[in-house]
T-cell receptor, first 110, second 115 residues
Framework: KQEVTQIPAALSVPEGENLVLNCSFT??????LQWFRQDPGKGLTSLLL?????REQTSGRLNASLDKSSGRSTLYIAASQPGDSATYLC?????????FGTGTRLQVFP | DGGITQSPKYLFRKEGQNVTLSCEQN?????MYWYRQDPGQGLRLIYY???????QKGDIAEGYSVSREKKESFPLTVTSAQKNPTAFYLC??????????????FGDGTRLSIL
């Protein structure tokens, strides 16, 4: 059974720091992995989708890496800003559904 | 602009009442999904539909019902049989399901509370 874990559950950092969010999955036979952002009281916004054949995917200050063999993905945020404050979730597909982690709640303070 | 519209944003249910959450998409997507989000838990799949007039149960379908009469619309009814309906409900869509491998796009959610 696929399980997805995100550590830490919460993170608070000063503006300007580079930071790494972690996502672990138990079954390495994934097709892809998707990272989402969720603002309070809002839906999910897709940030990056990384295919199993890729090792990295970049969008602006965001970089997602994938290591299938170790069951891990990381989301790197460069030069963090207060506007990056949100909950970040990762998800992997499994038999017609996405399996989500419980998310990392990020706060970036000025 | 293409997107997913959920309504209402907030909904209150009385004991013994059925309520219906609306989800409409203009992305021309075949597949649509309903998720439930509770504090401290990941999203859990309630129902999904891969095509008009067809839908499948997800992990927590008990106490919920859906219909898919039009490609654009996938309403969710929370029935009185759902004893703990207080949660944030999210609707999503993707071009096709293909084992959930296609990117999913989400609406802004409906928060349901018990009166």
């Amino acid at each position: 059974k696929q399980e997805v874990t995100q550590i830490p559950a919460a993170l608070s950092v000063p503006e300007g720091e580079n930071l790494v969010l972690n996502c672990s999955f138990t079954d390495s036979a994934i097709y892809n992995l998707q990272w989402f952002r969720q603002d309070p009281g809002k839906g999910l916004t897709s940030l990056l989708l990384i295919q199993s054949s890729q090792r990295e995917q970049t969008s602006g200050r965001l970089n997602a890496s994938l290591d299938k063999s170790s069951g891990r993905s990381t989301l790197y945020i460069a030069a963090s800003q207060p506007g990056d404050s949100a909950t970040y979730l990762c998800a992997v597909p499994n038999t017609d559904k996405l399996i989500f982690g419980t998310g990392t709640r990020l706060q970036v303070f000025p | 602009d293409g997107g997913i519209t959920q309504s209402p944003k907030y909904l209150f249910r009385k004991e013994g009442q059925n309520v219906t959450l609306s989800c409409e998409q203009n992305l021309n997507h075949d597949a649509m999904y309903w998720y439930r989000q509770d504090p401290g838990q990941g999203l859990r799949l309630i129902y999904y539909s891969q095509i008009v007039n067809d839908f499948q149960k997800g992990d927590i379908a008990e106490g919920y019902s859906v219909s898919r009469e039009k490609k654009e619309s996938f309403p969710l009814t929370v029935t009185s049989a759902q004893k703990n309906p207080t949660a944030f409900y999210l609707c999503a869509s993707s071009m096709q399901n293909q084992g959930a491998r296609q990117p999913q796009h989400f609406g802004d959610g409906t928060r349901l509370s018990i009166l």
